[in-house]
């Protein structure tokens, strides 16, 4: 029997790190991002840009033409590609659409067409969303993130529902990973204060070396992955 994880966002980051850690355990992998990594040579690595939604079903479809669901012990979806946007006012903000495409649009159709193509399959099947802690609190500068974060958080919760009322139905739930050191921080300590008033905090934990490690966080992702004490739906702190 099979242990398959397809994951969205992987090629680097938090992504790259969870990869690392379903390897380790023999998992089978599948990548969706929109650049490859050449470290990965025993993953199925997919490239194509989620925030160009049209064709996320065909897609997802296609990668299921690898499995038969009576050789899968457990299948999991990761919903981890993400982009934190332009950082600033929303006045200020051009690129909005393509942001919520990705944060928000990919990985509703993916979470849907997942429950539809594992509908009569016996083994696990989990969903996991990758959240933020902005799904809770705003920041001055990431309204766009923060919005998208929210919805993925209120998704999580509505299809736990709607999954707990069906024989074998879909597990779910939406990780915290904190703040770990990504290109996204990078990119975030790159602003100035009139965009993000909140950089100060950023700037000393990159100083401070407190900033999470991806590896690490792939680690505890996984970890949280395989607990069959967690309630459907749930939201959680890595840390935690």
């Known amino acids: 029997m099979s242990k398959i994880l397809i994951i969205t966002g992987g090629s680097k980051g938090i992504g790259k790190g969870i990869i690392k850690a379903y390897l380790n ?31 996320i079903v065909a897609l997802l479809t296609g990668v ?7 050789e899968v012990e457990k299948i999991t979806l990761i919903n981890n590609a993400g982009t934190l946007g332009q950082i600033g006012k929303i ?7 393509k942001t919520v495409q990705l ?19 016996g083994g696990e099947k989990k969903i996991i969303n990758i959240s933020s802690g902005a799904a809770q609190k705003p920041y001055h500068g990431w309204s766009i993130y923060c919005a998208t974060k929210a919805a993925i ?10 999954q707990d009322s ?3 139905g879909v597990e779910i739930i939406a990780i915290y990973p904190g703040v ?10 790159q602003s100035d204060k009139d965009s993000f008033a909140n950089i100060d905090r950023f700037l000393e934990l990159k100083a401070t070396n407190s900033l999470a490690n991806a590896t690490t966080v792939g680690r505890q992702i996984f970890a949280i992955d395989q607990d069959n004490r967690i309630e459907n739906g749930a939201l959680i702190r890595v840390e935690e």
Not at 26 to 53: C, H, M, P, W, Y
Not at 109 to 120: A, D, E, M
């Open 180 to 189: 770990v050191d990504t290109e996204m921080q990078a990119q975030i300590r």
């Open 64 to 70: 299921f033409e690898n499995f038969k669901s009576t």
């Open 91 to 97: 006045e200020d903000i051009s690129d909005i659409e």
């Open 25 to 55: 355990e023999g998992f089978q992998v599948f990548s969706i991002s929109r650049t490859s990594n050449k470290d990965f040579e025993a993953v199925t690595q997919i490239e194509f840009d989620l925030s160009k939604t049209d064709g």
């Open 153 to 162: 958080d209120m998704m999580t919760k509505t299809v736990a529902i709607e």
């Open 103 to 121: 944060n928000t649009v990919a990985p509703l159709i993916l979470t849907s067409t997942f429950i539809s193509l594992t509908k009569n399959w």
């Open 166 to 168: 069906v024989e074998n």
